[in-house]
């Protein structure tokens, strides 16, 4: 069984680009969330998705959107760049949108904006 | 709104020592909750969990306990070893689905 997969594993971009990050959810979840970890902090929710629709969405500008596939997988993007969104970007995949539903993290991709 | 308070860390311990991270929580109603741990290098990984009052998650020889009187969920493990150090999240599970974490506490173990 594979388990949730991210890509790309790091990422540098500029003030004001844009960027799209991937994942893979574990074979059988429909649920993707995705999770914003800055340095020596704890994750904190962007949105989550559930059979491609977006169910849920923390405290985000609408600059943070996403995207979820007919095969679960899941993107982030972030329009507009800014030094504040340099963080780690986590993504996780459960059987369902309840938080009782244990959620299965990937490794993360490092995001920094110069 | 809903949140969770865990201690500061770093914590140090002596290989053997008796670990106690704390953790409390304000929410409406009677979320789950959970202890996450985040080993160097690695992603999350949830360590125990526990849905209602009273109930208690163990794993791996840590426990805690879901208190609804003093909105705790303390973790807890009689003897750590080295390859317990990592960052430990306490977290709560929101309405919308989601997971409202703590600030983290950084666990290291000396031998």
Not at chain 2, 17 to 39: D, E, H, K, M, R
Request: negative net charge.
């Amino acid at each position: 069984e594979t388990g949730v997969t991210q890509s790309p594993t790091h990422l540098i971009k500029t003030r004001g680009q844009q960027v799209t990050l991937r994942c893979s959810s574990q074979s059988g979840h429909n649920t993707v969330s995705w999770y914003q970890q800055a340095l020596g902090q704890g994750p904190q929710f962007i949105f989550q998705y559930y059979r491609e629709e977006e169910n849920g969405r923390g405290n985000f500008p609408p600059r943070f959107s996403g995207l979820q596939f007919p095969n679960y997988s899941s993107e982030l993007n972030v329009n507009a760049l800014e030094l504040d969104d340099s963080a780690l970007y986590l993504c996780a995949s459960s059987e369902g949108f309840s938080s009782y539903n244990e959620q299965f993290f990937g490794p993360g991709t490092r995001l920094t904006v110069l | 709104g809903d949140s969770v308070t865990q201690m500061e860390g770093p914590v140090t311990l002596s290989e053997e020592a008796f670990l106690t991270i704390n953790c409390t929580y304000t929410a409406t109603g009677y979320p789950s909750l959970f202890w996450y741990v985040q080993y160097p290098g690695e992603g999350l990984q949830l360590l125990l969990k526990a849905t209602k009052a009273d109930d208690k998650g163990s794993n791996k020889g840590f426990e805690a306990t879901y208190r609804k009187e003093t909105t705790s969920f303390h973790l807890e493990k009689g003897s750590v070893q080295v390859s317990d150090s990592a960052v430990y999240f306490c977290a709560l599970g929101g309405s919308q689905g989601n997971l409202i974490f703590g600030k983290g506490t950084k666990l290291s173990v000396k031998p």
